[in-house]
């Protein structure tokens, strides 16, 4: 199957820095990724889509300021944590999806990326 | 290291049937399980988290089982839907929760014929 790969998978950073998280789609082209936070013993929750070329669109309750997404290519998106803050801690992952056929889509996930503010 | 399979791959049904699809994980020491459905171009929506210390979750129509013991997880869809056509993920964290610990299915393409 397809690969996406998600860099870094572990960073800790001091409180105040920017952290930027990196997903590649390694063998399709993605014109479209997600990006996800879960918290300990909570669910995954969408944070935006990105769209390759244009802006990305960011659910309820998230910063676009603060989690700057980036997705200038087919097989790249980026998001950057910026001036992390210690309640920013945890995990990040990313999804491609990969359009094969009319109207069939399938989606392939990073490894993740956890984060930890210090 | 942690693998995750649902069977069957795609499902395609009648309105009003009920459904089961299926989970299995190779390594029971795990966190939670937790399904998701994906909508064509769409992300992941949430459908229902089981705690490794539960033995089922119900949410309306939709009732998820967890057998650590055996690795087993079945997602129930009672009186399904057009509007249940989907593609249904599975995905587990592994106890510590590290960079690694989400591990999802390839899931299961749902399609309810109206």
């Known amino acids: 199957g397809a690969v996406v790969s998600q860099h870094p998978s572990r960073v800790i950073c001091k409180s105040g820095t920017s952290v930027k998280i990196e997903c590649r789609s390694l063998?399709?082209?993605?014109?479209?990724m997600f990006w996800y936070r879960q918290f300990p013993k909570q669910s995954l929750m969408l944070m935006a889509t990105?769209?390759?070329?244009?802006?990305?669109?960011?659910e309820q309750g998230v910063e676009k300021d603060k989690f700057l997404i980036n997705h200038a290519s087919l097989t790249l998106s980026t998001l950057t944590v910026t001036s992390a803050h210690p309640e920013d801690s945890s995990f990040y992952i990313c999804?491609?999806?990969?359009?094969?056929?009319?109207?069939?889509?399938?989606?392939?996930f990073g490894q993740g990326t956890r984060l930890t503010v210090v | 290291k942690q693998e995750v399979t649902q069977i069957p791959a795609a499902l395609s049904v009648p309105e009003g049937e009920n459904l089961v699809l299926n989970c299995s994980f190779t390594?029971?020491?795990?966190?939670?399980l937790q399904w998701f459905r994906q909508d064509p171009g769409k992300g992941l929506t949430s459908l229902l988290l089981i705690q490794s210390s539960q033995r089922e979750q119900t949410s309306g129509r939709l009732n998820a089982s967890l057998d650590k013991s055996s690795g087993r997880s079945t997602l129930y869809i009672a009186a399904s839907q057009p509007g249940d056509s989907a593609t249904y993920l599975c995905?587990?964290?592994?106890?510590?929760?590290?960079?690694?610990?989400?591990?999802f299915g390839k899931g299961t393409h749902l399609i309810i014929q109206p």
């Open positions: 063998d399709f082209q993605a014109t479209t």
């Open positions: 990105s769209n390759e070329g244009s802006k990305a669109t960011y």
């Open positions: 995905a587990v964290i592994i106890t510590g929760g590290g960079a690694d610990g989400l591990t």
């Open positions: 999804s491609a999806s990969s359009i094969r056929g009319f109207g069939d889509t399938e989606a392939f």
């Open positions: 390594d029971s020491a795990i966190y939670n």
